[in-house]
Every structure is written in C-alpha cells, then in structure tokens.
C-alpha cells in the first residue's frame, strides 16, 4: 500500500512537470531526462517515474522505446478533434449560461474579460491563453454543468500546454477581446442564437489560427535541418 507522504510526491512531481510545461522550461517534443528532472524537482527518481507515466496516460507525454520519454506533440488531426469538441462543449454550456445568468455572473465574466484585455503583450504568452481560457471557463461555469469544466480545462491543457503558443500571429491579440465582448452582450441581451453563432465563429477561428501555428512550426523545422 502507498502510503499517504508517497502518493503526495508523486501528485507533487507531477503538478511540477505540468508547471515546467506551462512556463516553457520544457517545450513540445523535448525528451525528458528522468535523472535531471528529479535534480530540478529535489527529489527520488520514483515519485517522478510515477508522475511520467500518469502524465502519459493522460497524453501530455510519450514513451518512444529505446529512445526516451517526451513531451507529447500536437498534430493536425488533433487540434481539429479538440476543437471540434469544444465548440459543441461550449455552444451547450453558453445556452445553459444564458438561461441560469444573474448580475453576480455576468460581473465575474465581465471581469475575467477585462483581464484578458488589459494583459498586454507582444506575442502569445501562455499567461495570454490561459486568461483567455479563464473567460471561457466562467461561461462553463455559468452553466452549472461542472462535467463541462472539468471537460474544457482538460481540453484547454491539452491545446494551449502542447502547442508553440509563440508562433500565434500576433494580429489575434487585436482581434480576440472584441469577440469577447460580443459574446457577453449576445448572453447579457439572451440572444441564445447570437451567442452561440458567435462563440462558434471564435473557436472556429482559434482552430485556424492554431493549425496555422503547426505549419510555422514545420517550417521552421525544415528551415533548421537545410542550415545544418
């Protein structure tokens, strides 16, 4: 049996690694050294283990035999899924927010756009996205669907966590707290039609601009291996 300081090393080492992937200290496709990282993270090499093989069920990671583990790439086919079930996820869930919403709600969303907004940056940071999940995040809240949260957080890890969010075009940045906003008068007015149209067209073209990334990234790719 585990026991209770254990299995506290392991959920430990495992938010750390997560950690390590959102501030870009690891980036997609890097391998994983197991000796380095229990160095970095100061301890055994068994809670880390642990945390690698959970992180690779959950598809953050990849064991290639004979090889190494690494942090898992997002390909093409998967973006498209994952966007594709978020926006069925999400058009549900700004319905549901419609018909629950009241002035405490639509405050807090408010807010969480304005945050977004006011975050000002050049390029795509990964704070940038994760404010940008943070807005959608409360509509799903405003639905009071909690399997809906729990579905989109784990969507928005697997898009934003294993993506090169610095290839984003940075036009977006313009473009993104205004279609916010349209979607929060579209709930405030409970225009459920508008709202969903809206936040279709937004995930829609998130989805492009996203694919887009995956191109650059090939490019650049090619670009490096001609030089060498």
Known sequence: MISEESQSLMEKAYRAVKLMVFQQKIVPGQKLILRELSKTLNMSATPVQVALARLESEGFVELVPNVGCFVKKIVPKEIEDLFDVRRIIETYAVELAIQNQNDECLRKLSEKIQDHKKYSVSIYDRRKLLLD??????????????????????????????????????????????????????????????????????????????????????????YENMSL
């Open 133 to 222: 999940a943070e807005v959608h995040l409360q509509i799903a809240i405003m639905s009071n669907n909690y399997v809906i949260v729990s579905q989109l957080r784990r969507i928005y890890e697997h898009i934003y966590l294993r993506s090169r969010v610095e290839l984003l075009p940075p036009q977006r940045l313009s473009i993104t707290p205004a279609e916010h906003e349209k979607i929060f008068q579209m709930i405030k007015a409970k225009n459920i039609f508008m709202a969903k149209k809206s936040l279709s067209k937004h995930i829609d073209e998130a989805k492009n601009v996203m694919l887009s990334t995956l191109t650059k990234e090939e490019d650049s790719i090619s």
